[in-house]
């Protein structure tokens, strides 16, 4: 498989519990995030977005959480699934482009 | 059955070679991007394109090359200046600048 996700934070959690995953963003001026999903040897997958106006915004099983205080942003995953297995990571932009971050690695265990 | 392809999946080419990675996608958007991602790194962005015969440098443009001569379509050549080549290759679209990024499943190449 991919060696992408090597030397990333790791998140193990018990199968069927709920998942956190935290991301800290670097411009205040950042207006719109996106939540990805990678499995390992594909693409990223889109999650959910949330634009700066808002602080929380659901999807299904997926919650994401803006804190733009201090520059925080959250994906909860309820009830979490061996299929959710997979390194997620933030993104953030300003403009046209976005700041991807590194990502966690979620570990589901049976 | 929408989306974007790139081929292929794997690539290997001996060091001072150009190689040329595909991104195609009928997803009608005007915006196309490259990016590079190695391991624990956040994905790097290469090149972008906001319209047919057009396109900008990101930041890691040094050592590639691009064109958008179709909408549909925006190959990343990898030239023989680029000094660490070896990476797995991603290519997006989106329907507009600042607007949610959709992937293609990525090119692994390998240069020795």
């Known amino acids: 498989g991919e060696s992408v996700g090597l030397h990333l934070p790791t998140l193990s959690v018990q199968e069927g519990d709920n998942s956190i995953i935290n991301c800290a963003y670097s411009?205040?001026?950042?207006?719109?995030f996106i939540w990805y999903k990678q499995e390992s040897g594909k693409g990223p997958q889109f999650i959910i977005d949330?634009?700066?106006?808002?602080d929380k915004r659901q999807g299904q099983r997926v919650t994401v959480l803006l804190n733009k205080t201090v520059k925080h942003l959250s994906l909860q995953i309820a009830a979490t699934q061996p299929g959710d297995s997979a390194v997620y990571f933030c993104?953030?932009?300003?403009?046209?482009?976005?700041?991807f971050g590194p990502g966690t690695r979620l570990s589901v265990l049976p | 059955d929408g989306g974007i392809t790139q081929s292929p999946k794997y690539l290997f080419r001996k060091e001072g070679q150009n190689v040329t990675l595909s991104c195609e996608q009928n997803?009608?958007?005007?915006?196309m991007y490259w990016y590079r991602q190695d391991p624990g790194q956040g994905l790097r962005l290469i090149y972008y394109s906001q319209i047919v015969n057009d396109f900008q440098k990101g930041d890691i443009a040094e050592g590639y090359s691009v064109s958008r001569e179709k909408k549909e379509s925006f190959p990343l050549t990898v030239t023989s200046a680029q000094k660490n080549p070896t990476a797995f290759y991603l290519c997006a679209s989106s329907r507009l600048p600042n607007y949610e990024q959709y992937f293609g499943p990525g090119t692994r190449l390998t240069v020795t």
């Open positions: 949330i634009r700066s106006n808002m």
């Open positions: 997803l009608n958007h005007d915006a």
């Open positions: 411009n205040s001026a950042s207006d719109y």
């Open positions: 993104a953030e932009s300003h403009g046209q482009n976005f700041v």
